[in-house]
């Protein structure tokens, strides 16, 4: 007889939740703040991150506040390792490149996730884009890149309908765009990468101001997204 799969975890799901909370902040957090995220009491929200310190999945900094762990990164780096190995040559270029950060991002389910950043060496400032951060695929220039690879009929429920047209622009262009979508005063270029046999996925930049038009950009990326594409599918 198959087995029975019983409920679900609370403890378990927390954690993944504090996880999560710290991959969408700009910075390290506290451990109040985390508690009212999670609405939980400070308490539980405390065992909880001691369990995860035990494991180097979170590190607290001397004011006390907390952040992802270097171990996060040691298992973010087995998920899809072809691609990131492919990918973050290419990344790397761009961003010294064009002076912006740099990222690969993949569908999660409703979301778009960042998988692998890199932000340029001698840019006078750039934007943060680290790697677990998510937000809604309908919205930000990944997202609508990563969207214009699907099915309207396999888009979360609560697309709206003027972001029909939006991808309609971008699967023509060939690229996406989005102006203060994810993160105010940020503007996001992006272009589709589809691979055989893999998650719908997006080459991106972030960046505040450029000389560059959003043609000029896409048309970098789309050629980190051949070469890509050529190495992992031959």
């Known amino acids: ?41 400070r308490s ?6 001691r369990t995860l310190e035990d494991h180097r999945l979170v590190g607290r900094d001397a004011s006390g506040a907390v952040a992802l762990g270097a171990r996060m990164a040691a298992l973010a780096a087995g998920v899809a390792h ?15 490149e064009l002076g ?9 389910g409703d979301d778009c996730i960042t998988l692998a950043s890199i932000e340029p060496r001698h840019a006078v400032a750039s934007v943060a ?24 009929a396999e888009w979360p429920a609560e ?11 971008a699967r023509t262009r060939g690229y996406a765009t989005s102006h203060d979508e994810v993160i105010p005063t940020v503007q996001s270029v992006a272009v589709p ?15 505040v101001a450029t000389a560059l038009d959003d043609a000029e950009i896409a048309t970098r990326l789309q050629r980190s997204a051949s070469v890509i594409r050529e190495a992992l599918e031959g």
């Not at 539980?44 to 991150?49: D, N």
């Not at 072809?82 to 010294?96: H, M």
């Not at 912006?100 to 999660?108: E, G, I, P, S, W």
């Not at 697309?159 to 622009?169: F, N, S």
């Open 1 to 41: 007889m198959p087995e029975t799969i019983g409920p679900a975890s609370q403890t378990l799901s927390r954690g993944i939740r504090i996880l999560e909370v710290l991959a969408e902040a700009r910075g390290p957090l506290t451990i109040d703040e985390i508690a009212m995220r999670l609405q939980v009491h």
């Open 44 to 49: 539980i929200a405390y065992r909880l991150l």
């Open 82 to 96: 072809d691609l990131q190995a492919e990918a973050l040559p290419e990344l790397t270029a761009i961003a010294n």
């Open 100 to 108: 912006m950060t740099c990222f690969l991002a993949v569908l999660d």
């Open 129 to 152: 884009q680290r790697p677990g951060a998510r937000h809604p695929v309908t919205v930000g220039a990944p997202g609508k890149a990563i969207l214009s690879q699907i099915a309207d």
């Open 159 to 169: 697309a709206a309908p003027t972001l029909r047209a939006e991808i309609d622009v």
């Open 193 to 207: 990468l589809t691979l055989r046999g893999q998650r719908p996925a997006a080459i991106a930049v972030v960046h």
